[in-house]
């Protein structure tokens, strides 16, 4: 029996989308492929409502993570550490041989835009790094205040993770001035793995190209000048994956933006208020994440128990991810998932607690 998922990816992906990828193959240097990753480009610049460029990588979105450093970073970076993949970017970035500071907060906490400001006012650095939906804590970022202080420092570049927030909870990527910004399609894109997108602004790409060491595989301005060529890519693509998403970029924009960011608000609001009532909430007061709930286990559940009664009902969740294990659990209410089937997991999740 399949088992819908509600883990924080890869999130549950529709049959409609499933059968999308089993089609002829085409090859990727011909006409129906430029026009299949120029039309995939422009939907997901009209989604997002970006005129920066745009980029599909095939990848998981580590790849662009390391790739957004290796494009913008001459040497310091500044990343902000308050979960597991915030922490991966910091370990990238001295792996690619960069001088990375890090601004750790307890995993829970939010990273305040003040934090960053003390940072800046010390020290120049290229660019901050920012998870804005932490996956591991369900700890979400204000954007919008710590925009204002990247605007202050108009040197350093913004590099944000959303990877598992983007077309689910809205992001104004142009207005925010965020350089680049990165997802995964396995999450709020609700697609198999595989891909992985990123806005690039103009001053990040004429930085990118200044940059000689920036490698290969993720180099923005190679990827853009193919782009600007012939609607192609410099290696082969996952041409499959790249059918489904277009598209679920069909559906999405069909849904309407502002209705996709509506029901997830109203997914996270039902979780939330269920997490209060017979656990809490993880996350520091009033940085919840939108797409996901990261419950602190409160009533000390066996959450592996309670996943592998759901799993006999056919629902899986996540537990706790690394330390966080056991002590906390993670709903995700992320891509097309509805508000009814979140209501019909937690029915069972009260049912098999006795709640
Ligand atoms: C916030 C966040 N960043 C980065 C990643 C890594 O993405 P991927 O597994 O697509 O490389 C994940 C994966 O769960 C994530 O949740």
Not at 32 to 54: D, H, P, R, W
Not at 114 to 136: C, G, W
Not at 268 to 293: I, N, Q
């Amino acid at each position: 029996m399949h088992k819908k998922l509600f883990i924080p990816g890869p999130t549950e992906v529709r049959d409609d989308i499933l059968q999308a990828q089993a089609k002829p193959m085409i090859g990727h240097r011909s006409k129906e492929f430029s026009a299949l990753y120029e039309g995939i480009v422009n939907k997901i610049k009209q989604a997002l409502n970006t005129k920066n460029y745009v980029i599909v990588f095939t990848s998981s979105g580590t790849g662009i993570m390391e790739g957004a450093i290796r494009n913008c970073v001459y040497k310091d970076v500044l990343c902000c550490v308050n979960g597991a993949f915030s922490d991966r970017w910091f370990k990238i970035a001295k792996a690619c041989g960069k001088n990375a500071d890090a601004i750790t907060v307890e995993w829970g906490k939010a990273i305040k835009p003040e934090m960053i400001e003390e940072k800046l006012k010390q020290k120049k650095y290229d660019a901050v790094t920012l998870v804005h939906n932490e996956s591991s804590t369900g700890v979400r970022a204000p954007l919008e205040e710590i925009a204002e202080v990247m605007k202050k420092y108009p040197d350093t570049f913004w590099l944000v993770d959303t990877v598992s927030s983007l077309m689910g909870d809205k992001i104004e990527i142009d207005k925010l001035g965020i350089d680049v910004c990165l997802a995964s399609v396995q999450k709020c894109f609700a697609l198999p793995p595989g891909l992985a997108v990123c806005t690039v602004t103009e001053r990040a790409l004429e930085r990118t190209r200044t940059i000689t060491d920036r490698g290969y595989y993720f180099d923005f301005d190679a990827m853009l000048k193919r782009y600007e060529k012939d609607r192609q890519t410099p290696t082969t693509p996952a041409v499959t994956l790249m059918y489904a998403l277009d598209k679920q970029m069909d559906k999405i924009l069909a849904e309407g933006m502002e209705n996709r960011y509506k029901r997830h608000l109203e997914m996270a609001k039902y979780v939330r208020e269920w997490a209060k009532k017979y656990f809490a909430l993880f996350p520091e007061p009033g940085y919840e994440s939108v797409t996901l709930t990261c419950v602190d286990n409160t009533r000390k559940i066996t959450v592996a128990d309670l996943n592998s009664e759901l799993g006999k009902r056919g629902f899986q969740i996540s537990n706790g991810y690394g330390d966080l294990k056991e002590k906390t659990f993670r709903i995700a209410h992320m891509g097309d998932l509805t508000l009814d089937e979140i209501k019909e997991l937690i029915d069972n999740i009260n049912d098999i607690l006795k709640l």
